[in-house]
């Protein structure tokens, strides 16, 4: 990168401007190239404030501004002007038709932002700030107008052109070269402006919608993928169902056209009428998608209809805003695959996924709230916390205004903005105002950053039959935010009784509601009571049930008391939180006994509480999975002070193996009870995969490499033949997985996506050469530093999945992941920013390791020409000690 970054900017919420010109409609003209694409936009701009004389355009600094014209006649040198990313345009009449004529290089974009080819392609990033790599315009979302294309280029090379809205012409050009023209009637931010122009297959479809409009369904993909394109079909059909039965929300245009290419930076793009996906969460059949890959298919293909309109038809009024339509659409999406399957495990999942990433992003050097103050580079703000917390925090106001509440609360919102660029605090004033409610200190979830702590003690008192809970909160310090308020927030809470019933009793201190679980407890305070009356005998309180707040608890449960909501709480996501509560508390003594040198023991009645959980899965299999499955390494190392990061591996490894061994005849009957003879993609099939791959999981433990050798050989679809592997690759037996891994290898080599897993499971293999093994493949010729699946499959998953082998004392591992982020930051910014965020916590770890990775952080930093995206996330980690 040429560009000079010494002294990126910060952009503060604070400074937002409302935009001096509005730009009412933008024609452009694409002439695609190989070499050199020239672009021509006529744009007519209106001014909207008086005290602003100058036009200002945002633009790549590298594009080549070929003419510019006001009114038909070029304007003079001197009345333009260019400086970094801005093309100002002095004394601009209060309106005006202009005229840029650029050329861009699609052919030479790795940064994949703006227009660029994919497999030989061409396609668009826009979001959030990749027009401007595509010609002048004042790229922010809250410029919003309507957009006519034409689109003209090689016609066999690129038979299909598409973009926004609807098709209103198309015709040769001679030459061998064909034109197409597109509308889209609505007004729109540039970020969600698309373009695609290539050989693609497509399979179609069509939807009717409530009031009656058939639309047009496509997926475009490769002619030899469409086979693979039925499930995000349906998908999509489902999701646009759901969204009339559960929101009245309808579809708006008579087309919607999908397509999926191999090479992008995130998951898939929400451009109207025109979404542009990661092949990853578009393609599924059994032969190349696990189980998995079928469900998170489901829910981006879901996620991207449902931006249409919490996003698309409302819209943001500047990126610090960005979750009024990421979390809203997260919990839009979550929702949705709730009601596909399981609610329980897709509640359980969610939950996982926060505490994995969220949880340690909102204690480190990069927290922030999920409406940030500041950034300097807008993508390094695509978050968990701004996606996940925010849903959370969408969760939470659909728990305190219930369904219907939070239902009149959309209404209004899509009733007051619908067409506008609005904000965070928009929308909450419509779930008040909507609902006569007072937000105003659930309002502080959006400013303030941090995970708050409850700390949670009981009290019992036999001669009045009176329980009293006692909840403080704290918010821990992030970075620039040192002073924190108490929030507002549901607490559900259910009181079990000695035989496992729930309780009633009467809340007769503190605020809360009945609630079909249990109670709505309210907690507004740092210190808060709630007494309940009219019990016969001592609770056992389940709390937080369902998660209903994005926080961590401190609570004076004993083991036994954990152990009996584990085989009885009636609420799925508490029963699975004790049980896990109770592993992670094993593990943790097991960590100090391994450190210790001192005996393991695991406790027997662990055992006997997983005993009860296997002899009882039948009923739900895949729920008995999630149960069963051990706290992963990294989650373990975020319960201590320092991560210990080979005790936690043995710690793991023995409990695993105490549990197999200990219940030995019945994962051997659960894997031979939960072998289907024929496979399905029905949810009691994958129910029962998910089990007896955990099962095989126990066998291996076992020791016995057979069954995974089997397991491999007879495997007819991916989540099988993965599981197998998975076990192989850690296992002792070298000649069963050489020969498993070259087996896939010769069986899918044509297939990205299942390569990907490929360089995937090597990559978190527990073994101790396995860095060497990522070394050796970072040569293969499969890999390529330009594709961000395959990066993220072999450098993501070592450092980002594999605690022990990447935080290998030597150092090893870090001087591998930064000599890889140094050069793909020359290629893509966006992507190495987000490769080289398992270096940034270097504070949880102990001196020797938390020494080397500053050391490599350090190296980064200075090198000439990084990108403002590795900038940022590597400066702050050096300059916040951690707090916590
Ligand atoms: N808006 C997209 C989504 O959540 C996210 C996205 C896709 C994105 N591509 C991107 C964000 C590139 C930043 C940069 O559905
Ligand atoms: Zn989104």
């Not at 695959?337 to 969610?350: F, L, P, V, W």
């Not at 210990?644 to 994962?667: K, P, Y």
Request: proline share 4%; aromatic share 8%; hydrophobic share 40%.
């Amino acid at each position: 990168m040429p560009l000079d970054h010494a002294q990126p900017q910060t952009i503060f919420l604070k400074d937002y401007e409302a935009p001096a010109f509005a730009v009412e409609s933008i024609a452009l003209c694409f002439d695609l190239r190989e070499k050199g694409t020239r672009v021509l936009s006529t744009m007519t701009v209106v001014r909207q404030s008086e005290n602003m004389p100058n036009l200002v355009l945002d633009g790549d600094p590298q594009m080549d501004l070929l003419s510019i014209k006001l009114d038909g006649t070029p304007l003079p040198a001197g009345r333009i002007s260019r400086a970094g990313e801005q093309l100002t345009i002095k004394d601009m009449p209060a309106s005006g038709v202009l005229e840029i004529e650029v050329e861009i290089e699609p052919q030479n974009n790795a940064r994949l932002e703006g227009l660029y080819k994919s497999g030989g392609n061409f396609c668009t990033q826009c979001e959030a700030q990749g027009f401007r790599n595509i010609t002048f315009f004042p790229d922010r979302p809250d410029v919003m107008t309507r957009f006519t294309v034409r689109i003209e280029a090689d016609k066999a090379a690129y038979p299909v052109l598409l973009s926004n809205g609807n098709r209103i012409e198309q015709g040769d050009l001679g030459a061998g070269r064909h034109f197409a023209v597109w509308e889209d009637p609505f007004k729109k931010p540039a970020y969600l402006f698309a373009l695609v122009a290539g050989d693609l297959g497509v399979l179609s479809d069509q939807f009717t919608t409530r009031s009656g409009r058939t639309v047009a369904l496509h997926i475009y993909a490769k002619a030899r993928d469409l086979p693979k394109c039925q499930h995000a079909m349906d998908s999509l059909k489902r999701a646009m169902r759901w969204d009339e039965e559960v929101y009245g929300l309808e579809y708006d245009l008579d087309i919607y056209n999908i397509v999926a290419v191999s090479d992008f930076n995130m998951g898939a793009m929400e451009n109207k009428s025109l979404n542009i996906f990661n092949t990853k969460y578009v393609l599924a059949d059994p032969q190349i998608a696990t189980d998995t890959d079928f469900d998170n298919v489901e829910g981006v293909i879901a996620h991207e209809y449902f931006h249409n309109w919490t996003g698309n038809r409302v819209t943001c009024r500047d990126w610090f805003q960005l979750s009024l339509k990421e979390g809203l659409t997260v919990f839009r999406d979550q929702e949705y695959s709730a009601d596909q399957a399981s609610r329980s495990i897709k509640r359980i999942h969610d939950v996982k996924t926060l505490r994995a990433f969220q949880f340690p992003e909102d204690a480190g050097p990069l927290a922030h709230p999920i409406r940030p103050d500041s950034y300097i580079e807008i993508n390094n703000f695509y978050t968990v916390t701004v996606y996940n917390k925010g849903a959370e925090v969408i969760r939470m106001m659909h728990r305190l205004l219930g369904v219907e509440g939070f239902r009149r609360g959309m209404d209004l919102y899509f009733q007051r903005h619908d067409g506008q660029a609005v904000t965070c605090d928009d929308f909450v004033a419509a779930m008040e105002d909507a609902n006569g409610a007072d937000l105003g200190q659930f309002r502080l979830w959006y400013a303030q950053a941090g995970t708050p702590e409850l700390t949670i003690e009981d009290h019992w008192e036999e001669s009045t039959g009176r329980y009293e809970l006692h909840i403080k909160q704290s918010v821990p310090q992030t970075p620039g935010q040192t002073e924190k308020a108490p929030m507002h927030m549901p607490f559900l809470l259910g009181l079990i009784g000695p035989n496992g019933q729930e309780m009633d009793a009467e809340l007769v201190a503190g605020e809360g509601t009945r609630h079909d679980a249990g109670w709505l407890l309210h907690i507004r305070q740092s210190d808060n009571r709630y007494q309940f009356s009219g019990l016969g005998s001592r609770p056992i309180p389940s709390l937080l049930r369902g998660f209903s707040a994005p926080v961590t608890i401190k609570a004076s449960l004993n083991r036994a008391d954990k152990l009996f909501l584990t085989a009885h709480d009636s609420d799925p996501f508490a029963r699975w939180e004790a049980c896990q509560d109770v592993m992670i508390e094993t593990l943790l003594d097991l960590v100090k006994a391994v450190d210790a040198g001192q005996p393991l023991d695991v406790g027997q009645d662990l055992i006997d509480a997983c005993e009860k959980i296997l002899e009882d899965a039948q009923s739900d299999p895949a729920f008995a999975a999630e149960l069963m499955t051990l706290p992963g390494e990294a989650y373990i190392g975020q319960m201590m002070d320092v991560v210990a990061v080979d005790a936690i591996h043995h710690a793991r490894i023995h409990l695993r193996h105490v549990l197999a061994h200990a219940l030995e005849s019945h994962w051997r009957r659960l894997y031979r009870e939960m072998t289907d003879t024929v496979f399905g993609l029905s949810p009691e099939q994958k129910s029962r995969r998910a089990l007896k791959n955990v099962a095989l999981i126990y066998l291996a433990a076992l020791g016995d490499n057979e069954t995974a050798r089997t397991h491999y050989a007879q495997s007819n679809n991916m989540t099988d033949r993965l599981a197998a592997l998975q076990v192989l690759v850690n296992g002792s037996d070298d000649a069963a997985r050489d020969a498993a891994f070259a087996d896939f290898y010769d069986r899918f080599e044509m297939e990205d996506l299942a390569i990907d897993k490929w360089f995937a499971l090597q990559a978190l293999s527990d073994k101790p050469d396995t860095l060497k093994t990522v070394r050796t493949l970072r040569n293969h010729s499969a890999f390529s530093l330009r594709n961000p699946n395959r990066l993220r499959a072999l450098v993501g998953s070592f450092a980002s999945g594999n605690q022990l082998r990447f935080h290998a004392v030597s150092g090893e591992g870090y001087a591998f992941l930064s000599d890889i982020v140094k050069h793909v930051d020359q290629l893509n910014p966006q992507t190495a920013a987000r490769l080289v965020l398992p270096l940034i916590r270097h504070e949880r770890y102990d001196p020797v390791r938390a020494g080397l990775m500053r050391k490599q952080l350090q190296a980064l930093l200075n090198v000439d020409g990084l990108s403002k995206d590795v900038y940022e996330i590597v400066s702050k980690s050096l300059m916040t000690k951690e707090i916590s």
